[in-house]
Each structure stands twice: as structure tokens, then as C-alpha cells.
């Protein structure tokens, strides 16, 4: 794509922080909410001959990622020290991979637009996070819950070219690791962060441009915007004919622009080296073929399943699947009722109204899949209308009762026997005797005031096509 | 009973059998500590819940309750070990008046056979050095002759130990600093196979070179005590799986048929005689015993002091990272801390903190490790490293354990080598190619120079094959020379 004659090129860097119940590196645990330093022990903490040992749940949960992320799960990766100082950094080291990362050459697609983009993975490599450091003025206060926690760092070729798809292809990593379980994907707590590198080069060039590392964008809306703008501002350097320096900048979500943080100047040498307290990380083939059976079908699979063996439209499958719940969820309710567009249309209108308006997941909804699948069976089956079917649904959110428990309690059976039809239609011409010698005299466009005053009479429950096919008969006359 | 001179089994098996109490054995150490220590400057910490813990012990046997097989043992520990609720130094100002709230796994081991830590043992600051004059609390002085130095870095281990301040002691070993000290104060030294011993808990120095182990008075002790510290630790993951032997019931002087490895390289010339004579009598004695001798080679040890202090300061210089002032140990006083630049903060804390030995090996290790050097450098060594752990694995093809000098020299006078790093680098050169090969080591008293200083020989095994290597040292402990021969301070 074009900006003003320049190409963009986009890779990003996602940490993901994987949903084990305790530390990378210790038994510290991990909850989000615990009190200032609570989750922290001599090791987390760097105290005097402390050693690390690896937690092996954030091992499985860094291959499986890797797996549906098509990488390369290296049989022998290893834990290297990148040294710096840091107060929030206890050991003056963080525990990362480096030249040996356990995950390597991977792509993912996702569409952009309803077209199919496919980025390639660079390498995902373990790491712990560092604490958190709160400046507030005169002094600054470190909190090291957050230290050690596990990470698995995603790395992207430089293969983006719009913001928008720098944005969509987080939104696919954010919803895979979601699929995965390894990852609650909430990007405001921190539990994924997002680094965008981004550079400008003239259409048709082959040589990237500079690079500009923009850190810590807290959604995937802030991705696009900060992207857009950091292109536009180094597309306007290059005009102007200034240097676009290599540097390090933050989003400002207030202003709306991006910022410098550090310069290459300041680029720390790291001093990587393989840590000596740590064993290489061994993965055996049985490991990686029970965790490869153990993994999801991963969304955009799911969506092409739907569109082909479900018939679903493309942009229903892709609504459906974006999250792994939501799909759940469908696939549950089609189950019950067999009837695949009805299930997807009863959930992308009613339910997700419904949960929006009430900021809801779709874990806490009231309305169940079967409760859902029977209402849409109940519909098929003619025994009760469409509309009628929406008065149920609005009960059955506000209730949480089964459609079946609705009805009888409302007493909102259709009425589809004939005999019981015509009595009311014969009460309705019987009332409105005007009407029906204007209608046998011509005036057939009162039809439809024949079928309204009915269900009215029929309080809605009166099943339209039979009303339709014994008025039509009793008006002949 | 003569408590001073018993041996760590024999005051274990008294205490049990209740013909003395931990407590009065706890008395008895205390005065000695209290007497002798001054001229020595062994004890960084002194315990003064010593007598208290040694009760416990009493009252545990009163009850009938196993008291452990070290049952009331006086035990010193090298500064570098953690131990909670008493104050742990490294013999660094760094680390302030810091005092761990976890014992390494060592000590928690020895404490739960039932030993009484009658305090912490002075040391080179971190380990670093091999004279024990780098300690920000002050040299130590060596028992046999207080104007010459223990050795080091268990400089502290070591002459408590000979002088008899405790019946017990546990030293690390990153390139000597249990074998050269013990062999310098005439006392049993043992550096087990890398991966035997837990190293949580130790201060690190060098992880992939530390491994901690016994400083006893005889072979007998330093098999039990090793038994009592080895194994699996699940806080350690560079610890092997490997099951312990019974290292001390099975110990045993037969060394007939065993082979024998003298190292040529190492006794290729620049040996003091008297170093020379001991290892010479060593072997004479143990071909008398029925062992054959067959000479062995391993040319890359030529290497070795290099490559260990590449690997070793590299290391160094990132395990030393987390002393920073921010959390706990020594920060440097700013007055009003906010208008302190961070870097300041660092170097001030860590300028005052460190000393001068420790600043240069981090500042070498730092320099190995840069962008740039780390290829010629810190690889490079590990390449070698890997070939000299090839060569001894040839060695020991051809013999079950070398025996070789300790150091080229019994010990020297304090201040004599202090500004030469090079030439006091060069004391390890027969002891780093055991850490940097992973192979067990120790020395043993075997003989005593002119200037009567004691002189150990050093046995060096395969990997997890201490028991040959404690056998050979038995073998050697009942024909030595210098039995019964004691430091002048006693």
C-alpha cells in the first residue's frame, strides 16, 4: 500500500504472559491482584545464592504457542542472561533465550478486509518480566509481583505494510493464545504487550528505511493509530530531507502521537550469555506430539469449517470465531437445534446485543446453547412464531429459565390447529362485517388488515400461516 | 575425653551415647574460639546461640528422638553459605549487616543430622583470592605460622579447622579454595563432582565452577560429611539425579591393583622440593600398598589458569549484579536520596561496597562478555574448557585417580604475592582443571616442609567416582608422615 509514494514496513513484538499459577523461574504465585511485593521470595527477590528452576508448565504452554504458531520447537533451547541495571531488575539479569530460542520460523494468516494475509513468525523465545517501577516524583516505589513472571516473547518478520494490519495481526496472536489457554490476552493489566517496529522506504524500494521502535501500546486500536502516525511523521522527515534516527518511542494515547523514549546512543551492551544455573531446555518428539494432539482447531481454521461444511457466510464465521467461547458457544447451539444460520443469526444479533449492552463475556450469559438451540427448534418445529420467539428470548436473558419453562408460564404456545384459528377469525369477521363486504367487494388490499386484527385477537400466538391459508378461504365467502 | 582433638564421628557417637552433651561440647569450642580466635581472625560471626541449639539437641536425645549422625558436631561455616537468622558476609562490605531469612541446602542438610553452627568462617571477599587476604573483615592468619596465610579462598575454614575452633567445616571450591587452604593448614579438603552438592543458598561466584564440600581432620569425616550434603536438590537444577553412595561405610585403605595416574604436566618442574618430595613419598607409599602407577597426560591444562579466569570473572560479573544497594546489603549514604542520579546510586553503593579484587574481576568478566570480545573471549575459553573435560576423560580411562600436588608451594607469608594478581592467579594452576573438567577433588596431609608448613597432595577422580578418590586418601591418611602433627597454636 501507498502513503504519499512510501511503503511501510511493519514487525511486531508481542509479550505474551503465559497463565501458569506460578513464576517462570519459582513457586511465587501470580494473581494479578495481590498486594504490593506480596508475590515475591528470596529468589524473585535476587537474595545471595538463589538459584532459578524452570517452571514446565510455561514450557508446554511456549510450544503449544509455537505449534499453532507453525514454528520449529527446538529440541535443545537455552536460557541465556541479558545483563543490565535496572532497580526493578533484581538480579541485574533477565532470564531470556537468545541465539538458541525454543521456537523458530512459524507464520500465521489472518484477513485483513477480506483478504488473507500471511505473516511470518521470526522466533518465540521464554523469558521472566522485571518488576514494576512507580515514579512519582521525589521518590520511586518497585513493586516485584510482576518480576518473574513467565513471558513468551513473539517476534514477526517485517512483513506488514498497513496499520492495519499491524493491528489485526496482534488482535490474531492475542486471539490464538486465547484459543490456547496459555494467555488472558488482556492487554490493559499487561498480560500482553505490544512493540511495533516501523520504518518507511519509497515505493518499489527493496532497502528498508530506519527503523523506529514504538514500545508498550496497550491495545490493538492504539497499534493502528500509533502506526499511522509514526508513518506519517517519518514520511514527513524523509521529505524535508532530515534523518530519521534510530530511537526508541511511546504512545501517547491523549495526544495522539508518538514520543521519544531513548536513542541508539543510549543502546545497552547486553552481555548475553548462556545462564550457568540453568540446564539447556530438552524437548523430546513424544512431548511435542502429545502437546500438538492436545492443541484447539485454532480460529481461522474454525471460520473456513464454518463457511464450508456449516454454509455460513464469511463475515458470520469470522464474527463466530473470534473468540474461542463464542464459537464454542455456536457450535453447542447448532448442535441442539441443527440449524446453522439460525444459530449464527440468533447469536450474533440477539446474544451479542445482549452481552454488549450488558458488558458481559459470553462465559456469564444466562441464555445457555441449549437453552438457545431449543428456542430455534422451537421455532422450526412451528410451535411458536419468530416474534414470539424474541418475547421468549427477552425472558430467558432477564430469567435465565429454559425456553420451555417461558412459554408454558406465559402461556405462549402458537396456535397452529385449524379449528382453533378459525374460531377466532370467525369472531374477528363477525366483528368487522363492513370490512369484509368491502373486501368481497373488491378491496383485497384489506387482507393484511384480516391477518392483524387476528393476531391481535390471538394475543401473537395465532401461527401466521395458517392464518393466512383459512382467512384467504373464509373471505371467498 | 579429649574433646579438642576428637574426631567429628567420635564427638557424634559421645554425644549420642549421652557420655558428653551438645551443650558442653558447644561450651567447650566456644572458650576455644574465644581463646585462640584473636590471633587467627578465622570467625567473621561468631553464634551466640550456639549453646542454646546445641540444647535442643540434648533434649531431642532425652526424649529418645534421633538426633542425627553428627549428633552435637561443632560445626564452622564458610561466610559464603546462607544461614537464617545469622548474618551472612561473603566477607563483603556489599552486603551489609545482611541476614538471610533461608538456609542453603547444605547447612539444612547438616543441621538436620544435627550439627551446631558455631559460626560463620572468614574467607577471600566472594571467594575471591587464594590467600584469604581479601577479606573486608581482615586476613586470616594460618595456624602453623601466623606470618604466613591459610590459603584461600576457605582461608577461614581451613585454619579453624587445623587450629581445632570447631570439629567441622564447609568450604566452596570455584578453583582451589578447599583443596589449596586445607592443603596449606594440613587438613582434609574435598571438592565434590560438579553437580553432586546443592548450590542453593551458596553466594555465587562462578555457577558453572562453585561446588561446596568438607574441610575436615581426617578422611573419615569428610566422607560422612559429603554424604550427608550430596544429592538431588529440586532448588538446584544443575544437580544430578545421581543416588549417593555410603561414601563413609564404605570406605575402605585397599588400594591394591588401583591404577594410579601421575599427571606429567604437573610434575614437570617449578615445584618447591619439599611439594616435590611429599607427592614423590606419596607414590612410593601407595605402589608399597599395592596401586600401580602409570604415567598420564593432559597437555591442554597448560590452559587452564586463562580459561578459568575468563570463564570464572564472566561469570562473576554478572552473579555480582544484584548487589545494588536497592533491596538489601550496603548503599551508600546520600542524605536526601532524590536528587541522586541513578548511576551515581550504583557506583557509589557498589564503589564502597566492593573491594579491590572483586572490582577487577568484575570488571574483566564484564569485558569478556562485551559485544565484540565475547567471541575471542568467553567462547572461546568454553571451547577450550570442553577439551581439557575431554582430555581428563581420557586420563581417567587409563586410571582411577591422578594424584598430583595441590599447589606448587607450601604456604606463603601474608602480603608477599597481595600486589602481584598474577602471580597469586598462578597458585591455582593445579587446582582449576578440576572445577573446569567438573571432576572431584581433595587434598590430603602428607607431609610437612622444612619450615614445618604443612603439605597436601592432591587426588583427582572421574566424574562421580569420589569413592576411589576417599579411598586412596584413607589409603594415604594411615601411612602418613606428618600423623599426629599439630599446628603450634594448639
Not at chain 1, 178 to 207: A, I, P, Q
Not at chain 1, 434 to 439: F, M
Not at chain 2, 125 to 131: K, L, N, T, V, Y
Request: proline content about 4%.
Amino acid at each position: 500500500m501507498s502513503f504519499r509514494g512510501y511503503e511501510a514496513v511493519i514487525g511486531i513484538e508481542v509479550h505474551v504472559q503465559l497463565k501458569t499459577a506460578s513464576k517462570m523461574f519459582c513457586a511465587d504465585a501470580t494473581e494479578f491482584e495481590a498486594g504490593d511485593n506480596e508475590n515475591t521470595s528470596p529468589v524473585s527477590v535476587g537474595m545471595p545464592g538463589t538459584l532459578p528452576v524452570v517452571n514446565k508448565k510455561a514450557i508446554e504452554f511456549s510450544i503449544k504457542t509455537g505449534l499453532a504458531l507453525g514454528c520449529e520447537i527446538r529440541k535443545k533451547s537455552v536460557f541465556a542472561r541479558k545483563n543490565y541495571f535496572y532497580p526493578d531488575l533484581p538480579k541485574g539479569y533477565q532470564i531470556s533465550q537468545f541465539d538458541l530460542p525454543l521456537c523458530e520460523n512459524g507464520k500465521i494468516s489472518f484477513k485483513v478486509d477480506g483478504v488473507e494475509k500471511t505473516i511470518s513468525i521470526t522466533r518465540a523465545h521464554m523469558e521472566e518480566d522485571a518488576g514494576k517501577s512507580n515514579h512519582s516524583g521525589e521518590y520511586t516505589l518497585i513493586n516485584l509481583n510482576r518480576a518473574g513472571m513467565p513471558l513468551l516473547e513473539i517476534v514477526s518478520g517485517p512483513d506488514m505494510r498497513t496499520p492495519a494490519e499491524a493491528a489485526e495481526y496482534g488482535r490474531t496472536i492475542r486471539q490464538i493464545v486465547r484459543y490456547l489457554d496459555v494467555c488472558d490476552g488482556n492487554l490493559e493489566e499487561g498480560s500482553m504487550r505490544c512493540d511495533c517496529n516501523v520504518s518507511v522506504m519509497k515505493e518499489g524500494s527493496t532497502k528498508f528505511g530506519t527503523k523506529v521502535e514504538i514500545k508498550n501500546i496497550n491495545s490493538f486500536r492504539f497499534v493502528e493509530k500509533a502506526v499511522e502516525f509514526e508513518i506519517d511523521r517519518q514520511i514527513d522527515l524523509v521529505e524535508r530531507g532530515e534523518k530519521i534516527l534510530q530511537e526508541t518511542r511511546l504512545w501517547d494515547p491523549d495526544k495522539n502521537k508518538t514520543f521519544s523514549m531513548r536513542t541508539k546512543e543510549d543502546a545497552q551492551d547486553y552481555r548475553y550469555f548462556p545462564d550457568p544455573d540453568l540446564l539447556p531446555v530438552t524437548v523430546t518428539d513424544a512431548m511435542i506430539a502429545k502437546f500438538r494432539s492436545e492443541l484447539p482447531e485454532l480460529p481461522l481454521a474454525r471460520a473456513k469449517r464454518f463457511v464450508s461444511a456449516h454454509g455460513l457466510p464469511e463475515y458470520d464465521a469470522l464474527v463466530l470465531t473470534s473468540e474461542k467461547e463464542l464459537a464454542d458457544f455456536y457450535e453447542a447451539t447448532t448442535k441442539v437445534c441443527n440449524n446453522h444460520k439460525a444459530s449464527s443469526n440468533w447469536i450474533m444479533t440477539e446474544l451479542l446485543r445482549e452481552l454488549n449492552q450488558a458488558n458481559k463475556e459470553i462465559s456469564q450469559s444466562p441464555i445457555t446453547p441449549e437453552m438457545l438451540g431449543r428456542l430455534i427448534g422451537f421455532i422450526d418445529e412451528g410451535k411458536i412464531s419468530g416474534k414470539i420467539a424474541k418475547a421468549v428470548f427477552a425472558e430467558m436473558w432477564v430469567s435465565g429459565k429454559d425456553p420451555d419453562t417461558v412459554i408454558k408460564e406465559k402461556n405462549l404456545v402458537q396456535i397452529s390447529d385449524a379449528g382453533a384459528v378459525e374460531k377466532i377469525i370467525d369472531e374477528v369477521l363477525a366483528a368487522n362485517a363492513q370490512q369484509v363486504a368491502d373486501y368481497r367487494g373488491g378491496r383485497t388490499k384489506l387482507f393484511g388488515f384480516f391477518v392483524g386484527a387476528v393476531m391481535k385477537a390471538s394475543k401473537g400466538q395465532a401461527n401466521p400461516d395458517v392464518v393466512n391459508k383459512v382467512l384467504l378461504e373464509k373471505l371467498k365467502g | 575425653m579429649d574433646l579438642t582433638h576428637a574426631s567429628m564421628v567420635e564427638i557424634a557417637q559421645a554425644v549420642r551415647s549421652k557420655k558428653v552433651s551438645a551443650k558442653e561440647v558447644a561450651n567447650h569450642y566456644k572458650h576455644r574460639i574465644e581463646k585462640l580466635d584473636k590471633q587467627l581472625n578465622s570467625f567473621i560471626t561468631v553464634n551466640d546461640q550456639a549453646e542454646t541449639e546445641a540444647a535442643k539437641i540434648d533434649e531431642k536425645i532425652a526424649r529418645g528422638e534421633d538426633p542425627g549422625p553428627l549428633a552435637g558436631v561443632p560445626f564452622g561455616v564458610k561466610d559464603m553459605f546462607c544461614t537464617r537468622g545469622l548474618k551472612t558476609t561473603a566477607a563483603s562490605r556489599i552486603l551489609g549487616g545482611f541476614v538471610p531469612p533461608y538456609d542453603a541446602t547444605v547447612v539444612a542438610r547438616l543441621k538436620q543430622a544435627g550439627i551446631v553452627v558455631m559460626g560463620k568462617l572468614n574467607l577471600d571477599e566472594f571467594a575471591m583470592g587464594s590467600s584469604n587476604e581479601t577479606s573486608a573483615f581482615g586476613a586470616v592468619k594460618n595456624p602453623w605460622n601466623l606470618d604466613c596465610v591459610p590459603g584461600g579462598s576457605s582461608g577461614g575454614s581451613a585454619a579453624a579447622q587445623a587450629a581445632r575452633l570447631v570439629a567441622g567445616t564447609v568450604g566452596t571450591d570455584t578453583g582451589g579454595s578447599i583443596r589449596q587452604p586445607a592443603s596449606f593448614c594440613g587438613i582434609v579438603g574435598v571438592k565434590p563432582t560438579y553437580g553432586r552438592v546443592s548450590r542453593y543458598g551458596i553466594v555465587a561466584y562462578a555457577s558453572s565452577l562453585d561446588q561446596a564440600g568438607p574441610m575436615v581432620s581426617t578422611v573419615q569425616d569428610a566422607a560422612l560429611t559429603l554424604e550427608l550434603i550430596s544429592g538431588r536438590d529440586e532448588r538446584d537444577s544443575t544437580t544430578a539425579e545421581k543416588k549417593v553412595p555410603a561414601f563413609s561405610k564404605d570406605l575402605s585403605t585397599n588400594v591394591k591393583g588401583m591404577k594410579i595416574g601421575v599427571l606429567k604436566e604437573y610434575m614437570a618442574g617449578g615445584l618447591h622440593p619439599d611439594v616435590e618430595k611429599t607427592v614423590q613419598k606419596a607414590m612410593e607409599n601407595l605402589k608399597s600398598m599395592g596401586a600401580e602407577l602409570v604415567e598420564v597426560s593432559a597437555p591442554l591444562t597448560e590452559h587452564a589458569v586463562p580459561i578459568y579466569y575468563l570463564i570464572a570473572t564472566s561469570e562473576a560479573s554478572s552473579n555480582l549484579a544484584r548487589y545494588d544497594g536497592v533491596r538489601f546489603g550496603h548503599r551508600a549514604d546520600f542524605g536526601n536520596l532524590s536528587a541522586v542520579e541513578l548511576d551515581q546510586f550504583y557506583s557509589r553503593s557498589r564503589g564502597e561496597g566492593f573491594g579491590d579484587e572483586v572490582k577487577r574481576r568484575i570488571m574483566l568478566g564484564t569485558y569478556c562478555l562485551s559485544s565484540g570480545y565475547y567471541d575471542a573471549y568467553y567462547s572461546k575459553a568454553c571451547q577450550v574448557r570442553r577439551l581439557i573435560r575431554d582430555q581428563f576423560d581420557d586420563v581417567f580411562k587409563k586410571c582411577d585417580v591422578v594424584l598430583s600436588p595441590v599447589s606448587t608451594h607450601p604456604a606463603f607469608k601474608t602480603g608477599e604475592r597481595i600486589s602481584d594478581p598474577l602471580a597469586m592467579y598462578l597458585n591455582d594452576i593445579y587446582t582449576v582443571s578440576t572445577n573446569l573438567a567438573g571432576l572431584p577433588g581433595m587434598s590430603v596431609p602428607f607431609g610437612l616442609s622444612k619450615e614445618r608448613l604443612p603439605i597436601g597432595v592432591q587426588l583427582t577422580a572421574g566424574h562421580y567416582e569420589e569413592q576411589k578418590m576417599l579411598n586412596v586418601a584413607a589409603a594415604l591418611e594411615a601411612v602418613s608422615p606428618v600423623k599426629g602433627e599439630k599446628p603450634h597454636v594448639i
